[in-house]
């Protein structure tokens, strides 16, 4: 999910942009429909994102160790 405080940033620029007279619905409105956007667009935040990335590392990390050893298994059992 998307920080709201991009949200909140984006609705505080159209806020200072459009005529105070407009009133809170229209915020209320770009507040739900900007949510819903990002809802669709299924953005994921940066510490997401760092925190897959040291997750796939550990994973292929391992699954190098995995391979050596496997190896090192095949090679024993084709000298017997």
């Known amino acids: 999910m998307i920080d709201s405080s991009l949200i909140e940033k984006i609705v505080a620029e159209l806020r200072a942009k459009i005529p105070q007279d407009f009133g809170r619905e229209a915020e209320k409105n770009t507040r739900a429909a900007l949510q819903g956007i990002f809802d669709r ?3 994921v935040s940066r ?8 997750l796939l590392a550990r994973t292929r990390a391992r699954l190098q160790e995995l391979e050596k050893k496997v190896a090192e298994l095949e090679e024993k059992l084709n000298k017997k």
């Open 47 to 54: 510490e997401e994102i760092e925190v897959q990335e040291a």
């Open 41 to 43: 667009l299924k953005l």
